[in-house]
């Protein structure tokens, strides 16, 4: 015997909520296998769940199409950063440079070595390190760093730090459109339920076969076992002569 299933999707939600609203539309009250007061909280409720749907789907793709643009500022950033401390490794290697110099990138630590970047925020940590130290050393009339240059430096940091900015307040959005959606989905659930409910019984004096069959026109889904399903497609198969 299959069972019926409710919708688990806000897809599937909106699916059912519509299928029961389309049907209020097309028959009068007396035919309708659920109560008007069932059809009143649909035509409440389907406009506000489908908007905010629309608004949760809108925030994540624009956050989605946003990202990339945002992963290749980091790549970017990443290699400046990569370079111009390579740079200063090697001129530090060749005796152009003392030691001493990684101070004012607060490097000292790292050695001759790139620091980690893995995150936003080590990235920030770093390029504004860089600036600022590079900053100083030009104000007090020391050679710069060149190929690249801080100014080079400075230009693909900048760049980061916007897309990084916009990437966060994509991401509040997205958060704040995913909690509408989740505050919700009790409510279009206790009414689906309330509607398939209110169907089942109006055709509860049915067959079982017709009883489904009435039902699913209304959006009900029934699902077979695994069981059920094989001894389906063998009763399917014995019929057409398969097999």
Partial sequence: MPYRRLPNTDTARFKALQKAYQKGKELPPFKLAFSQSAYQ???????????????????????????????????????????????????????????????????????????????????????????????????????????????????????????????????MVTCRAQKEIACLRPEADEIILRIWNEVESSFKDLPDDLKREKSCEYGLIYVYRKTELASQIAIKQQALGIG
């Fill in 41 to 171: 909280k649909i035509m409440t409720f389907l406009p506000r769940f489908e908007k905010t749907m629309v608004q949760q789907k809108s925030a994540l793709n624009i956050q989605t199409e946003r990202n990339m643009d945002h992963l290749t500022q980091i790549k970017k950033v990443k290699m400046y950063i990569s370079h111009f401390i390579q740079v200063v490794n090697m001129a530090i290697q060749r005796g152009e440079l003392s030691v001493s110099i990684l101070d004012c990138y607060k490097l000292n630590e790292c050695g001759c070595k790139v620091p980690p970047m893995n995150s936003e925020e080590e990235i920030c940590m770093v390029g504004q390190n860089l600036i600022e130290g590079e900053t100083a050393r030009i104000r007090n009339g020391l050679t710069p760093i060149t190929n690249p240059t801080i100014a080079l430096v400075k230009v693909w940091y900048e760049k980061f730090l916007d897309a990084y900015e916009e990437q966060k307040n994509l991401q």
